[in-house]
């Protein structure tokens, strides 16, 4: 008789070896799947491919296989799948290197309780059987699920017990289940019919593929207009539409629970022309025309003047003419270098009317109008809790839990680098929060959905609002956010109590101990490792507050933790229960899947700072939801605009959009002083450079607020890609280019899932696990990623579509063995011997890994698209301080140069780079270097003024007139420049003052760091920006004041010194000369103002608060002044002559 195995009749025991691990070689690299069970016993949770890697550890499987007799049947895979997801959400899973995957079962997260039926750690009934304290089985509503009409209460795993091994019979009223199906618990509350599941045999990753096949025959009716009514209805147990007496106002799909008022006549749904989701709005020719001719006058301008200067030097001061003139070549060719690729700016547009009649209205392929948009993974990142506030980073979370957006194709990953219980419990906090701030911001469409700044609005919040119970909603949600506020904030002492408390029970037990087994001897002092404990009682497998072995940042187990399991397909209105704050009638109250990672780490192994904790969310997100897209946030950057996923939909779903590697939307800022005196808003570089780029290939990607195609993270070329021969005219002007002769020979449904940088060779199944690693959940998504990712294929231009109505199925259920895969793909040693940050995902080896990673992409021949909403879109948080934006800018600079001298240098471009986009990147690299340039030019001034040369022989009309049209024609590229981008003029200024002053400090720091990395090796570090406020609580700009010293401040303060005393030098000089030279003065003085007026920023920062600069500063100013006079006089005195002073003497 033939044995058949099956997933709920496996056992698998772990027996641990005798052997010392003192006495064996270094075990590989192996991971071991497990759960601990509501008994508290660890038991082996692993897929069948990995018994043989076990059984060569340290522990050794036993499979027992029992045959399925009439007392023991196999449990129905639905029954499997609802109880296994509640077990996820409930357990903390932890694993890494050499060492067993565990499942935490956790019913308590946080101390207080969990009130929302998604969340980990909800609160429910426990079990009636005898000995277990198992939390009951729930719904969605959080309502126990009772199997038996007895309404015995029982836990999952009593009953799965009960079904296989206790023949079925309640433990309660010992009367046999009469239905072991829990389809009922799954009916919607509106009687719809649910879709036609998938076949029960088929695995979880076999039922996706065949998604992909099945849409073929329906993709060919969709463009034929031939559509199979009789499938239709058999698949989904619709009512018949067309050819109907009466068309009901819910298009025949049964919302109106079967009555049949309110009638109209059938929509001619076919009838609609097609209409772009994005439209390409250019610049007035009125104002790019002139524009384009002011950028070649002044080049031949400059060109001209630099051949004057160079055909007459000055020939008494040869030193200062060689310095000055080199310095200006360089200016030019910077200037050039940045110029060139602004000259083709354009604007966009999206319609998401459009959005919502594709994707979300009822149609022949969608006839239930579910929504048939893609997933979207959205990344949180953060690294310390004491520079990052956890308040701050849950206040994102709770904005990203709120967007407009479908809720079961959203999902939260946060990634927690520093493995900390306060991140961990801050999560759960914000997950029980959400509970009502979401369906609060849902019944009275709040904006922005971020608490925080919400309650902070200077304007009113009644404005524009109708329903009669906003007032008392909304002073019912201020007072649960300021209780959360509270807990949130005394999270840290908390922990510390607890863990203190934790820690003195288990030494009075230690020492308890050792007195049975002592004794009358005396009794040593007990030493145990101060642990950091959790909730419920168990060791925080992450960093402990006072680290320890495997318990610190460097060093510490993977973490996974689902805070917010998958919500189910259909929505779930909340009710008007007096128990609740607000009513939520007819109100979705499902929340978004949120998901706690903390990668492992250990010593020895490189865990390559932000970009190797985004590449093991990439990894983890791709198991266990798989969204074709990726939303990369910083925890100090929040969703502003809710509808800004579809906004940047729009532009992924339109015709074109597969080609799109990623959307980035411009950083805005909150917290910025008014007047902005150092440039944080960075408008110009925002409003400016990167709507230049969006006209070439597109813009770079600047680290936050991007949406990305997963398969262009995967390093897959794009379709129908083509080589950009180098020309200057190639992007500003359109032309015809002929495809590449081996892409343009590749079948379509191959060109999509090529391989970068592998001379355009067609995928190669068996060179998979060595570029992705070697796990096959993972392997076998990335074509479900790159199909879901794909525009719907409504129109013929369109080349690369998907059927209408292909992502309308639910998602699959999250179970054990899929969070324990994720928890492998997250250690330590899974990159080891791929291709991870080298060409797949965010991209290793410098401190601006965002640059680096879209530049790979556009160097394969991908395009981005830059996102300008009308409102805006994210917001964060800058550093207004001077020496945290100098730091910032020190970062940025660094990062330069790495990418100048390493293979990322935009000169070693592939010829799918477009020219112009070539040198926006090469700008990129070099523009650091010009610090050296601008340091000496500074100072040019000032030894002219003590020289009494100046660069130039005489001020004729040539030199004049030249410098008169080069300035004339750089204040007018800089009129026209703010409107066409619109910024305003104050904020090209003080662009232009913080380029002096970051040009003179962090750059000149960032290339001498360079060049110490490239030639003698020395790596660069750099410490996170505090977040926290100034001292002064009461004033919202305290860090703007606080002047903290720095290195870096030193070269700016020597250039104004310098330059004051110069002034002063070359004043007294002419003042008291025979033959004054006035016109050499006013070109020393003009110059050298020049330079303090873009160094006044930066000096009236270091001067503190207003009115509380210290008296000291002006006192010794006064006397180095006078100093200094007196040492001029006595060096030089005036001679003995009636005139004191010339004439202004003009040549």
Known sequence: MASKSFKGSRSNLSISSDATDSQKPPLPPTVTFGRRTSSGRYVSYSR??????????????????????????????????????????????????????????????????????????????????????????????????????????????????????????????????????????AVDNNSRPLPLPPPGTMSKMERRLSLMKSTKSVLMRSQTGDFDHNRWLFETRGTYGYGNAIWPNDGGFGSNNGKDEDVHQPKDLMSKPWRPLTRKLKIPAAVISPYRLLVVIRIVALGLFLQWRVAHPNQDAIWLWGMSIVCEIWFAFSWLLDQLPKLCPINRATDLNVLKEKFETPTLNNPTGKSDLPGVDVFVSTADPEKEPPLVTSNTILSILAADYPVEKLACYVSDDGGALLTFEAMAEAASFANIWVPFCRKHDIEPRNPESYFSLKRDPYKNKVKSDFVKDRRRVKREYDEFKVRINGLPDSIRRRSDAYHAREEIKALKLQRQNREDEPVDSVKIPKATWMADGTHWPGTWMTPGPEHSKGDHAGIIQVMLKPPS???????????????????????????????????????????????????????????????????????????????????????????????????????????????????????????????????VYVGTGCLFRRIALYGFDPPRSKDHHPGCCSCCFSSRRKKHSSVAHTPEENRSLRMGDSDDEEMNLSLLPKKFGNSTFLIDSIPVAEFQGRPLADHPAIKNGRPPGALTIARDLLDASTVAEAISVISCW??????????????????????????????RGWKSVYCVTKRDAFRGTAPINLTDRLHQVLRWATGSVEIFFSRNNALLASSRMKFLQRIAYLNVGIYPFTSVFLIVYCFLPALSLFSGQFIVNTLDVTFLVYLLVISVTLCMLAVLEIKWSGIELEEWWRNEQFWLIGGTSAHLAAVLQGLLKVVAGIEISFTLTSKSGGDDVDDEFADLYIVKWTSLMLPPIVIMMVNLIAIA???????????????????????????????????????????????IVFVWSGLVAITISLLWVAINPPSNTNQIGGSFQFP
């Open 48 to 185: 069948d491919d990995l018994d043989s890697e076990i059984g060569s550890s340290d522990f050794m499987n036993y499979t027992v296989h029992i045959p399925p007799t009439p007392d023991n049947q196999p449990m129905d895979p639905s029954i499997s799948q609802k109880v296994e997801e509640q077990y996820v959400s409930n357990s903390l899973f932890t694993g890494g290197f050499n060492s067993l995957t565990r499942a935490h079962l956790m019913d308590k997260v946080i101390d207080s309780e969990a009130t929302h039926p998604q969340m980990a750690g909800a609160k429910g009934s426990c079990c009636a059987v005898p000995g277990c304290d198992a939390k009951v089985m729930s719904d969605e509503r959080g309502v126990d699920i009772l199997p038996c009409e007895c309404d015995f209460k029982i836990c999952r795993d009593c009953y799965i017990d009960a079904v296989k091994i206790g023949g079925g019979i309640c433990p309660g009223c010992k009367e046999s289940y009469k239905n072991t199906e829990l389809d009922e618990v």
């Open 830 to 859: 899974y990159e080891d011997k791929t291709e991870w940050g080298q060409r797949t995902g965010w991209i290793y080896g410098s401190v601006t890994e965002d640059v680096v990673t879209g530049y790979r992409m556009h160097n």
């Open 569 to 699: 397909d259909e929505p779930l209105h909340g009710g008007s229960d007096e128990a609740k704050l607000i009513d939520l009638t007819d109100i979705d109250i499902r929340l978004p899947l949120l998901v706690y990672v903390s990668r492992e780490k250990r010593p020895g192994y490189d865990h390559n700072k932000k970009a190797g904790a985004m590449n093991a969310l990439v990894r983890a997100s791709a198991i266990m939801s798989n969204g074709p897209f990726i939303l990369n946030l910083d925890c100090d950057h929040y969703i502003y605009n809710s509808q800004a996923l579809r906004e940047g939909m729009c532009f992924m779903m339109d015709r074109g959009g597969d080609r799109l590697c990623y959307v980035q939307f411009p950083q805005r800022f909150e917290g910025i002083d008014p007047s902005d005196r150092y440039a944080n808003h960075n408008t110009v570089f925002f409003d400016v450079n990167m709507r230049a780029l969006d006209g070439l290939m597109g813009p």
């Open 1065 to 1111: 030098v070359g004043v007294s000089r002419t003042i008291y000369s025979v033959i004054p030279q006035w016109s050499r003065l006013l070109g020393g003085v003009f110059f050298s103002f020049w330079v303090l007026a873009h160094l006044y920023p930066f000096a009236k920062g270091l001067m503190g608060r207003r009115g509380r600069t210290p008296t």
